[in-house]
C-alpha cells in the first residue's frame, strides 16, 4: 500500500512571496489533515478534511493560508505571502476514517524556508 | 485546553540499556494518549495509543507506556535499547469528547550510543 505522498520536498522562497504544497493521501483515506512543524515543536494543526468538507481550521492563519481537498483525495495548502516565521515543516496526513482515536498516516513533509 | 509535556528534549543512553520518556498532560477531562515516532529521514508514524482497558500498552518492537491518570502521565519505557531506535519521539493527547484535535508535544530525541 503506497503511503502518503508530498510535494515538493523543499522549498525556499523570499518572504511576501507565495506558495503552494500538495498531498496525496492514502487511497481511501477520508480524513486527510495539514500539521505545521516549527523546528523544537511538535506538529501543530492547521486544518482538518473529512472527505471534501473542512472539520477544524480554527488554528490557520485565514489571512494568508489557504487550503482544499477538491473531490475529497489530494489536497492542496497555499500561502499568500509567505512570512518569515512559516518557515517549517509542513506534514500531511490521512486517516480511514474520521475518529480522533484514528490513526494518522503521515507523509514525508514539505521542508519551507523563508528568506 | 488540553497540553502535552515532554520535559526531556534528548535523551542518550547506552545501548541495551533501559530508556524512560517522560510524557504528562493536563485537560479537564478524560484523554486518549498516543506515542509517535519519526525515525530520521522518514514520516512520523504510529508507536503506540491508549484508548481505554488496560492502561499499560504495548509495541511491536519492545516498548510499552502506562496510563496514569493521578500523575497525569503517559511514559514510554523500553528495558534495553537498540542502535535502531534512535529517532524522535512524540507523545499526543485528544479528549475524549465528539471531536477534538490531537495535540503533540514537543518531542524527545533519543540518542542510542553504541
Known amino acids: 500500500e503506497a503511503g502518503v505522498a508530498q510535494s515538493p520536498r523543499y522549498k525556499i522562497i523570499e518572504k511576501r512571496q507565495s506558495v503552494a504544497f500538495w498531498c496525496n493521501p492514502i487511497?481511501?483515506?477520508?480524513?486527510l489533515y495539514w500539521y505545521q512543524q516549527i523546528l523544537g515543536q511538535g506538529p501543530k494543526l492547521l486544518i482538518q478534511f473529512q472527505n471534501n468538507g473542512v472539520v477544524d481550521d480554527s488554528q490557520l492563519p485565514k489571512d494568508r493560508f489557504s487550503a482544499e481537498r477538491l473531490k475529497g483525495v489530494d489536497s492542496t495548502l497555499k500561502i499568500q505571502p509567505a512570512k518569515l516565521e512559516d518557515s517549517a515543516v509542513y506534514l500531511c496526513?490521512?486517516?480511514?476514517?474520521?475518529?480522533?482515536?484514528?490513526?494518522?498516516?503521515f507523509g514525508p513533509g514539505t521542508r519551507l524556508t523563508v528568506l | 485546553a488540553q497540553s502535552v509535556t515532554q520535559l526531556d528534549s534528548q535523551v542518550p543512553v547506552f545501548e541495551e540499556a533501559p530508556v524512560e520518556l517522560r510524557c504528562n498532560y493536563s485537560?479537564?477531562?478524560?484523554?486518549?494518549l498516543f506515542w509517535y515516532v519519526q525515525y530520521p529521514n522518514q514520516g512520523l508514524q504510529l508507536l503506540l495509543k491508549y484508548l481505554s482497558g488496560s492502561t499499560l500498552v504495548e509495541s511491536i518492537n519492545g516498548f510499552e507506556a502506562e496510563f496514569n491518570k493521578s500523575q497525569t502521565s503517559f511514559h514510554l519505557r523500553k528495558p534495553s535499547v537498540h542502535i535502531s531506535d534512535t529517532a524522535e519521539y512524540f507523545c499526543a493527547v485528544t479528549q475524549k469528547t465528539s471531536y477534538d484535535k490531537v495535540i503533540f508535544g514537543p518531542g524527545t530525541s533519543l540518542s542510542v550510543i553504541p
Open positions: 496526513a490521512s486517516s480511514p476514517r474520521g475518529p480522533h482515536t484514528d490513526t494518522q498516516y
Open positions: 485537560s479537564s477531562v478524560s484523554v486518549y
Open positions: 487511497s481511501g483515506h477520508a480524513t
